[in-house]
């Protein structure tokens, strides 16, 4: 199995969410409403294939080959926030 990146476009603060296969694809749909796709987050084949973002990989992948995109609903899992990672619980100033 090759390892594969994928990229996650969110439409403003709603749940429509596109996965392509090239960072900054012209191709994305027409965005549905006024924010337009912002790039969030960049994810591989291995944590796709879990399930949990809201996207079968596979039918992305079709579609992804046939018209350069997937449009799917983002999972909660995808749009929560972000872990916190252990360097930042750390005041800088400390």
Known sequence: MTAERFYVYRCGATDACVLTGKKGDRR????????GWKFWMQTGRLQ????????????????????GYSLFTGSPKLLGP?????????????
């Open 28 to 35: 994305l749909p027409q965005a549905l409403g006024p924010d």
């Open 48 to 67: 796709a294939e879990d399930g949990q973002y809201g996207f079968n990989l596979e039918a992305a992948l079709k579609e992804i080959a046939a018209k």
């Open 82 to 94: 972000p872990p916190v990672s252990a360097a930042s619980d750390t005041p800088s100033n400390v």
